[in-house]
């Protein structure tokens, strides 16, 4: 059974609407002090979109299971949804393939010498995994349109970022897959760091939603619910 939110109406509608195939918005910032529901607000979000939209990609990497680019590339993996409409098993392809290639591309970093051409590899080999299960005569190639979920963006290893902003958003530039991609990131609040981010990977604007606290009917309409 569905969980209402509670607060974040106006958020969680605005978003959606603004990702969904008649909106315009490419990439925004969420913003918010720890428990604020930033979270929250991205899972319904997401629930939302699958379940309004058709051909959406969902892709939202936990940080918890980050500590390089291999383990965001399979955190990614993981954690890649579609609608219910869509067939699943391009998705069980992509996960069993994707798990042969970490396996070797793990091997192959423990003798690399030179690690910009390995990350390099790696970001090429995940998109083009991708797009390999995403073959042309899937639905979900047809004006496909990810959205990529970076929560909690100020907690992202540095190499992480560095990937996503260097070899990630170099690789997809090039994808078919990726022709229509958004982006949304939640963080604490706007620091120097997430914005050389942003400056890395190229967003010209970026749209901020600060989430304000809750009324204090709210916070009682949410305590009761626990």
Known sequence: MKTKIIGRENEVSFLARSLSSRGKLRSALITGP????????????TGKILR??????????????LTDPLSLCSSLTRNTRVPGGIDRSSLTEFAREWGSQAVALAREATVSTDSSKWTEKLADSWVGTLESSLRS????????TPVLILD???LFPKGSLDWL?????QAIRKSPVFRRARFVFSAKKPTSAIQN???????????????????PSQCEKLAARH
């Open 34 to 45: 720890p428990g604020m529901g930033k979270t929250s607000l991205l899972e319904h979000m």
């Open 137 to 144: 005569d899937n639905p979900l190639m047809q004006g496909v």
């Open 197 to 215: 981010f942003f400056d890395r990977f190229g967003f010209e604007k970026v749209r901020s939603i600060d989430l304000n606290p809750l009324s």
């Open 52 to 65: 309004e939209e058709k051909n959406y990609l969902i892709l939202s990497p936990r940080v918890e299971d």
């Open 152 to 154: 909690d963006l100020d």
């Open 165 to 169: 902003a260097g070899p990630f958003n």
